[in-house]
């Protein structure tokens, strides 16, 4: 039985993902915060977000922070439900049970799919959003 080979995990397009996630800096004194770990990598990435900017601070690897920088270019102005609806389709996505989600960029994570190691990873944004949001803004 021959398998065939693997496309690259780490490709250049994907660690170039990563750089991008200066541009959100983490911002502790935003009034949504949130946060999410992966079980299955011990990944974490924290989500601070406000009226000017959302803010993230991700302990992943490549692939944790290209999903993270491909979130945050589509964040702004997503709701609870339209979060949740895409981070369905994303895990049954990763598991081979659906097609791939309509989150522009998520295309550059294809190849990731073969790596079940990685699936906590990508998913910790939306996750981290979605613990944001379900906590909302506090009492002032």
Known sequence: MTREPRAALYSPELLALAVELADYPYDPTAPLQGEARSRSC??????SA???QLGLKVTACAVGQAA???????FPGKSHAELEKVLHQIEEWLHGA???PDWPGIEMLETARAYPGRHGAILLPWRAALDALSKGKPAR
């Open 42 to 47: 011990g990944s974490t990435i924290q989500l």
């Open 68 to 74: 993270a920088a491909i979130f945050a270019r589509e």
């Open 98 to 100: 659906g097609v791939r």
């Open 50 to 52: 406000g009226s000017e």
